[in-house]
């Protein structure tokens, strides 16, 4: 083999860098604040919302919000909390599912009769489910919902549909099996269930709401975690560096389907009985929720922990209308108008902090 | 020109009869292809010829319609790149696959995270880990806890290689690797090749520029449409661009105009933008006026601004002897200013759209009549663009994307003359573009010259700016540090003021 010529190259030596670069190296908090700028801006909101919440109530009630509103508000809140989680996750991939409404539905309904075994004719009388009905009952929910994200991801991966297509349709479909499984509001909880999930004297939907966080946190920092993102970002660039791809999004829609399903039972446990067209609404808000939340619609950008201070920022604002008196039926005005305002407020803020000079 | 005869060794990979073809188009037809451990092997072709392919077939990223692939001696079939690296072969692609809105640290570690006791991705590990392989390989310049997103081009590209040449391929592909690099780091990467080459790593990249090819390679393959049309172990320039052309070429540089009279059609005082300092220039019509100095002082900004698609800060700008405000890319347009940028992809075309579509997008309201395009009209001055700066493609409705690079920038450049600008800023349009398309993207300079109309011409090339330009003025940190003409218009003694003051201090 030729050695290399002798002869010097057209480049002329250079002395070294000028800007020493690796002095001003930025401190890690500026990178994280960089890459979660959405979580940070969602946190501020939520204290904003907070702060503004306990004015209007204080106003209006005399007092200051205590453990009790706490409580309600998470039990409240958990249902959206979890669908825009579940939305999180499908929109990490660059997706969108627009089916969490039809899947809560679904699992809602299904909540309803199973956990009392009511379905299979377990119990004596309907709401008294005994502890086997119960994990039973929950299970075959969170297998439900883990099945329609299955069939979404499927359809998104293999079938190489657009997701907002897929998951328009799927929504009519689990909407449609949702009436069949529960034609009409009712089927009943146990008081058991209830006080377990959502616990109107004692805070133990706090508790399910760090698990939720922590479990985030896990996910967060497993190979597939890293594959969301990874699909979000770039896919084409993801799958040149050798993550699968397709087994990672459509994994994703079923972590997604399972969150929507625990959304489901959460709501059954709140209302105590179920209503197969109690999720539709859970479809916007969960959007919404996550939108708030500092989570991109372009995907890869945002965090479940950001998508849970969004749901609680716009729960927030339906309570602060609430104490403000505001007519109810300007109340979706006004929360457009906050979404909109929120929005434009995170992206300036969010611009800004990511200028470099 | 000394063909090579017979094979030394057991090729490292192989590709035998590879063709592939997009949308009726033959990418490649009937390649074939080897490397053998320890050869620093370049590849070497215009725009379009197949190189880009071929090494996306060997690096298991696309599939070849027929043809065979073995690695060792041993056929293979890869699935994706994930079983290519399993047989140590990684590549860098041409285009960058970084995730832009995650670390450094995570790019560089993805799929090899350390894990906690807990089997959890530690993310303090890996940022040391890959603060380690940073430096092991040289790069200890570029912070692993930045987002992709906010470092600058060559630091990118720069982790795209040093995330394939940390995992120690035994076979490794490098797609235009120094097309985004400045010079400093083209002499790491350098470094980092012969380094490899002598632990016994076959190595394939290709480039357009010719001294990389001499300093390094040990042997050069020349495809033009779509197949090998040799081997060799020396190669003088000129042989290369016959057979790359299949014709000869005469001089890559064409003659320049004769310097025109002080006409100005241009001219800046005290300009001030982000990263430009008190610029003050003058352009004359007819004049080609190159700017040089290295990436990162300014060019870029100047240009930006001067086209109002970044902000100007301070200074007054006088076209044709009228002091005017630029806003926005609109006005620019309406004082008759075109911008041609290098990254066609991102900041010129619409890649999904027709090439007649991207052709005419300048010009549409001098095609509308009553606000309605006149298809007919459209489809005319469209097809006379292609042929006039011969751009290659299937038909006019075709994607742009699906072009290659250098007809990719025809037609990015000729949007603008369709729209008949009087001053043209063009921004390093000839990276990344093979030699043939080069010369007559210089002609297509020359003409516009000639016809009076005013060029500013930033390269990275020193020896492109000392061709073509009647003036040089060069740029160092933001200001303009010296002007150039005559008989210092050299290659060497621009990339040396480009420095001056660091070598003297």
Not at chain 2, 385 to 411: C, E, F, H, W
Request: aromatic share 6%; hydrophobic share 45%; with cysteine.
């Amino acid at each position: 083999m030729p050695k290399l010529s002798s002869r010097p190259p057209c480049v002329i030596e250079l002395p070294p860098e000028p800007r020493a670069v690796s002095d001003n190296r930025r401190p890690r908090w500026v990178h994280r604040l960089a890459q979660e700028a959405g979580l940070f801006l969602a946190a501020t909101m939520l204290g904003i919302a907070v702060i503004l919440y306990c004015v209007v109530f204080l106003i209006a009630q005399r007092h200051l919000p205590g453990g009790f509103e706490l409580t309600s508000t998470v039990n409240s809140t958990l249902p959206l909390v979890l669908a825009a989680v579940a939305q999180t996750l499908v929109v990490l991939t660059r997706g969108i599912d627009l089916s969490v409404g039809g899947v809560i539905d679904l699992t809602n309904g299904l909540a309803a009769i199973t956990l009392d075994g009511s379905a299979w004719g377990h119990a004596g009388q309907p709401g008294t489910g005994s502890i086997g009905t119960m994990i039973l009952g929950s299970l075959l929910v969170l297998a439900v919902g883990g099945v329609c994200g299955l069939i979404n991801g499927l359809l998104v991966t293999l079938g190489r549909l657009q997701p907002i297509l897929v998951t328009l349709a799927t929504l009519s479909i689990f909407q449609g099996i949702a009436i069949r499984v529960l034609p009409q509001p009712g089927g009943a909880v146990p008081q058991g269930y209830t006080n377990l999930l959502a616990n109107p004297n004692w805070p133990t939907s706090v508790l399910w709401l760090v698990a939720l966080a922590v479990m985030w946190w896990m996910f967060r920092r497993t190979r597939f975690g890293v594959g969301v993102y990874a699909i979000g970002n770039d896919a084409a660039g993801a799958a040149a560096i050798g993550v699968p791809v397709a087994s990672v999004r459509i994994l994703a829609y079923v972590l997604g389907g399972v969150c929507s399903g625990a959304a489901g039972l959460f709501l059954a446990a709140t209302a105590t009985a179920g209503d197969a067209t109690a999720g539709n609404t859970y479809t916007l808000t969960s959007i919404v929720a996550a939108v708030l939340g500092g989570v991109s619609l372009f995907g890869g950008r945002g965090s479940g922990i950001g998508a849970i201070f969004g749901a609680f920022v716009s729960s927030m604002i339906v309570n602060i209308l609430f104490f403000a008196h505001i007519d109810p039926l300007y109340q979706s005005f006004y929360e457009g108008v906050f979404l909109i305002a929120a929005v434009v407020l995170v992206g300036g803020i969010g611009h800004l902090l990511r200028r470099r000079y | 020109m000394a063909e090579l005869d017979g094979v030394q060794a057991e090729p490292a990979i192989e590709g035998r009869g590879l063709s592939r073809s997009y949308g009726g188009v033959h990418a490649l037809n009937d390649a074939s292809m080897s490397a053998v451990a320890g050869e620093v092997h370049a590849l070497v072709g215009e725009n379009g010829a197949g190189k880009s392919t071929l090494i996306k077939i060997l690096g298991g990223r696309t599939r070849a319609d027929t043809g065979t692939v073995s690695v060792g001696g041993r056929e293979v079939k890869f699935a994706g790149p994930d079983a290519a690296h399993r047989l140590g072969v990684w590549t860098v692609f041409q285009e960058l696959t970084l995730l832009p809105w995650m670390s450094v640290a995570e790019n560089l570690m993805i799929g090899r995270e350390p894990r906690s006791r807990l089997g959890l991705i530690d993310r303090r590990g890996m940022e040391r880990r890959a603060e380690d392989t940073l430096a092991a390989l040289g790069a200890e310049h570029i912070d692993p806890l930045a987002l992709v997103e906010d470092i600058p081009l060559s630091q990118r590209q720069t982790v795209e290689i040093v995330r394939a040449i940390s995992y120690e391929p035994d076979i490794l592909f490098l797609d235009e690797p120094t097309s985004s690099l400045v010079e400093r780091e083209v002499v790491w990467l350098f470094g980092q090749i012969r380094r490899l080459r002598d632990r016994g790593t076959a190595l394939v990249f290709t480039s357009h520029r010719w001294n990389e090819i001499r300093d390094i390679a040990d042997r050069i393959t020349v495809f033009r449409s779509g197949r090998n049309v040799g081997t060799f172990k020396e190669l003088p320039e000129d042989d290369a661009v016959t057979l790359m052309t299949g014709r000869r070429l005469e001089a890559l540089y064409p003659q320049r105009p004769p310097p025109p009279p002080a006409v100005p059609a241009l001219a800046l005082k005290s300009y001030n933008a982000r990263g430009v300092r008190d610029v003050s220039l003058e352009l004359r019509k007819g004049e080609i006026l190159g700017l040089g100095g290295l990436a990162g002082h300014g060019h870029r900004e100047l240009f930006f601004s001067l086209f109002g698609a970044e902000k100007m800060i301070a200074g007054t700008v006088e076209v044709g002897g009228k002091a005017v405000r630029i806003r926005n890319p609109r006005e620019a347009m309406r004082h008759g200013i075109a911008l041609v940028p290098e990254d066609r992809k991102t900041e010129g075309l619409l890649l999904a759209m027709s090439v007649r579509d991207n052709a005419t997008l300048a010009v549409l309201r001098r095609l509308a009549r009553f606000s309605i395009l006149r298809h007919v009209r459209e489809r005319q001055l469209a097809q006379g663009l292609i042929d006039r700066l011969r751009v290659r493609t299937p038909g006019l409705s075709n994607p742009v994307g699906a072009l290659s690079g250098g007809n990719q920038q025809k037609v990015l450049l000729g949007r603008w003359l369709l729209a008949e600008p009087n001053i043209f800023l063009l921004y390093d349009v000839t990276r990344g573009v093979d030699v043939a398309t080069k010369h007559e993207i210089y002609e297509l300079i020359m003409r516009l010259a000639k016809e009076g109309r005013a060029i500013m011409l930033y390269s990275s090339d020193a020896e492109e700016l000392a061709h073509l330009s009647h003036r040089v003025l060069v740029m160092r940190e933001g200001r303009i540090a010296a002007e150039l003409s005559g008989a210092e218009l050299d290659a060497e003694i621009i990339v040396s003021a480009a420095v001056r003051d660091r070598i003297a201090t």
